[in-house]
């Protein structure tokens, strides 16, 4: 097993960037996005020009083939990759939805994950209030889970592919936009997924998420590297494969599919990154032979690398209900190169360079060409400066706090909270001198986009949300109820599209505990809210320490298994030190 120092990259900084450009070389028929991590058709103009439904899909790199290996005909027509394991920013996903929109309309196929939840939402949002058709279908497979509680959701695995499979070729016989969503739909609903591996990942720069002793494996783990619902001792691959399918059948859970002799079925057997093509083979016979002793029809086999958690050793099973339309399109040639199939280019010339080809240029809006307005009441120069330096403290202290951060991240996450916070704070420091003119609201417009541009993931997003829906109440006012009120919009807005609430052991949490302390205290006037500002710190202090004996009902850790949450939430966690050396700056103890 390749240990992180053995990777064949050149930097952690730029593996992504890197890969994708090795995508574009090796694939010359697949175009990048100039200024973005987005491939696109090369036939996009005409494909557009034809009316026909674009279909786009992303996700965290580090998954490869999945996504880029999926565009071509009858397939994808762009897909966005983000950081390794992190989802796509929204600029990201908006700058593909802009690149692909036509009348017909622009279908996302979504990976239930929080992240790719949010972001793709936000896009979505965002191309519909330019007047872009946009639909998505979620594909939440997942057959792990047992617990019948509220949870994060079912996750999507590999058996996405097969729905960009559907979709794709739907669009590409010019199907309507809302019978592609309809089909697909149904088509996610008629499948179950469940993963076993022999060993974790190893993240460029990070290193593995968990470990595995040598006579362990564990089942129904994530493709992010998060430990799995159960760990056993290695066991025949006929075992390994009966134990998933009974899993994935088991009818007490609320995530079982059913499926019954006679059944015609489709399976996807998914090499999760490091397993040998010996192992690999063996794993498809057993398959195979354990479906087709209860009687199910295996009417079609797809094995291969198609969405990998880098060098984990393991395997994905896939079970997909047939039916005449499903058989159809998955059946239809496509020339995405990771089905596999043939890769033609109708504009390549061999001899030439396959490196450095000319990019699609991106389509930018003229009127959101500009930069933020400065609109809103203002304030003081000297609060504003005041301000800026409580922000500064509050990056500063993220930043010091990587280490810690990605420590309590490590049984719940994929050990990066830290390391993700401080790539934010570190943008959000280099805009500080250019916002000194601005208004309040202005300024935090400012550090949304600045958050959205510099990480993705859930934390990219759930901040952005926070620091897009705190402005609006501070365009008309920046009195101290006012700040409140900032604070309780960020709150509505991040349980909204993010799905928690407080109790769910998230940074809602401590953004709560102080937010009732100063609800309370505008009630008794501006006098009693300026002393209370103190006191709803100290509340998000206690709130966050509080997480660690807490259930995951939300993000990521509700995945994991509760007995390894020991420690306090990271993201809760983080908003505890960050309020604690704002205020310090601003109640002058610092």
């Known amino acids: 097993m390749a240990s992180r120092e053995k990777q064949l990259i050149n930097k952690a900084e730029t593996c992504v960037d890197e890969m994708l450009e090795g995508v574009v070389a090796a694939y010359p028929c697949i175009k990048k996005l100039q200024g973005y991590r987005v491939l696109l058709r090369e036939d996009v103009e005409e494909y557009k020009a034809a009316g026909k439904v674009a279909v786009l899909c992303g996700g965290g790199s580090g998954h490869e083939p999945f996504c880029a290996g999926f565009i071509g005909r009858n397939m994808l027509t762009g897909a966005v990759a983000g950081s390794v394991f992190t989802s796509p920013p929204p600029n990201n996903i908006l700058a593909a939805i802009r690149a692909l929109a036509n009348p017909a309309g622009v279908l996302l196929i979504v990976a239930n994950y929080t992240g790719d939840r949010l972001n793709f939402g936000i896009a979505a949002e965002r191309a519909r209030a330019e007047g872009i058709k946009v639909d998505s279908v979620t594909v ?3 057959c792990a889970l047992t617990s019948t509680d509220k949870t994060a959701g079912r996750r999507g695995l590999c058996g996405i592919i097969l729905v960009q499979k559907i979709a794709g070729t739907l669009a590409e016989e010019g199907r309507p936009l809302e019978e592609i969503v309809e089909i697909a739909t149904k088509a996610s609903l008629a499948m179950g ?15 593995a998420s968990f470990t595995l002793g040598d006579d362990e494996m564990e089942l129904g783990l994530g493709v992010h590297g998060e430990a799995g619902i159960k760990r056993m001792k ?13 899993h994935m059948t088991d009818t007490t859970t609320a995530t079982h599919i059913k499926i019954a002799s006679g059944d015609r079925v489709a399976v996807v057997l998914n090499n999760l990154g490091g397993t040998s093509t010996l192992e690999f083979s063996i794993m498809i016979k057993e398959a195979i032979s354990e479906l087709e002793s209860k009687g199910v029809v295996v009417e079609r086999v797809y094995a291969g690398h198609f969405m990998t958690s880098l060098d984990m050793a393991g395997v994905s099973l896939s079970i997909m209900q047939m039916d005449d339309t499903r058989r159809r399109c998955l059946d239809i040639d496509t020339t995405a190169f990771a089905f596999p199939k043939k890769v033609e280019s109708n504009s390549f010339v061999t001899g030439n360079k396959r490196v450095g080809q000319p990019e699609i240029e991106p389509c930018v809006p003229k009127n959101l060409a ?7 009441v203002d304030i003081s120069q000297e609060n ?10 509050a990056c500063e202290a993220l930043i010091n706090a990587e280490s810690f951060l990605n420590d309590l991240d490590k049984s719940a996450g994929d050990n990066d909270c830290g390391s993700t916070l401080k790539t934010g704070s570190q943008g959000i420091l280099d805009l500080l001198d250019s916002v000194l003119h601005m208004t309040p609201y202005a300024m935090f417009v400012s550090m949304a986009t ?21 402005a609006a109440p501070l365009k008309d006012d920046c009195d101290e109820s006012g700040w409140v009120r900032a604070l309780g919009s960020a709150i509505t807005a991040i349980s909204k599209y993010g799905g928690a609430e407080p109790g769910d052991r998230t940074m809602l949490d401590p953004l709560h505990a102080a937010y009732t302390v100063l609800e309370s205290a505008s009630k008794e006037g501006e006098s009693a809210l300026k002393d209370a500002f103190g ?3 100290k509340a998000a202090e206690d709130s966050a320490k509080t ?10 850790a509700s995945y994991v298994n509760q007995d390894l949450l020991t420690q306090p939430d990271p993201g809760a966690t983080a908003v505890s030190l960050w309020m604690r050396a704002a205020y310090d700056v601003i109640s002058g103890k610092k």
């Open 193 to 207: 997924t469940i993963g076993i591996s022999l060993s974790a990942c190893n993240v460029p720069g990070s290193g």
């Open 535 to 537: 006191n709803a710190v």
């Open 547 to 556: 997480t660690a004996n807490m259930k995951a009902k939300a993000g990521r």
């Open 140 to 142: 939440a497979e997942d």
């Open 234 to 246: 290695i066991t025949p691959a006929k075992n390994v494969i009966r134990t998933m399918i009974d």
């Open 370 to 376: 500009g930069k933020v307005s400065n609109i809103g």
């Open 450 to 470: 600045s958050i959205e541009s510099s990480i993705g993931g859930a934390s990219g997003a759930l901040y952005g949300l926070l620091f897009t829906a705190a």
């Open 384 to 393: 504003k400066s005041l301000m800026v330096s409580a922000i500064r403290s």
